[in-house]
């Protein structure tokens, strides 16, 4: 039940990122940001300006830099943003992001749906099992 529920809830979170990176894709714009830091689980810090507004943001994934080695040298980098569905930014196109989402949720809501649902299954027929089992049983009385 428990990995049930674990994969329906991992598969949502990411079939709702894929959606939401899905609807930015067809509103995304790029501008040059650069590296402000990478912390030592890899998740790299960023800047850009849009509009005249600076922008910190970050992100597990840093696929777009102009330059080689730029991701760990805090050079510059290509920011994929968009402000549909909401104010988001990436270092990757948003329909590459939305297809990654999709690729790890899809998988996990197909085996955590199915698994929730046999397991409450079970758990709702097996109290009703034992029960007329006992019911049954004449030596249990003796």
Do not use: W
């Not at 039940?1 to 990122?17: D, P, T």
């Not at 970050?58 to 991701?71: G, K, L, R, Y």
């Not at 299954?121 to 049983?137: C, F, G, H, V, Y």
């Amino acid at each position: 039940m428990f990995l049930g529920i674990l994969g329906i809830a991992v598969g949502g979170y990411q079939c709702l990122k894929g959606h939401n990176y899905s609807v930015a894709a067809q509103h995304e714009a790029t501008t040059i940001g650069r590296i402000v830091g990478v912390s030592r689980h890899g998740t790299v810090r960023y800047e850009f300006t849009v509009n005249g507004v600076k922008v910190d943001d970050s992100s597990d994934v840093c696929t777009t830099p102009p330059a080689p080695d730029a991701c760990r040298s805090d050079g510059a980098v290509l920011v994929y943003y968009a402000r549909q569905p909401f104010q988001n930014s990436l270092l990757e196109d948003f329909s590459i992001a939305s297809n990654r989402a999709y690729r790890m949720g899809k998988p996990a809501l197909a085996i955590g749906l199915p698994l929730t649902a046999l397991s409450g299954a079970a758990l709702a027929i097996l109290p009703r099992k034992k029960r007329t089992e006992e019911e049954s049983d004449p030596e249990a009385d003796a």
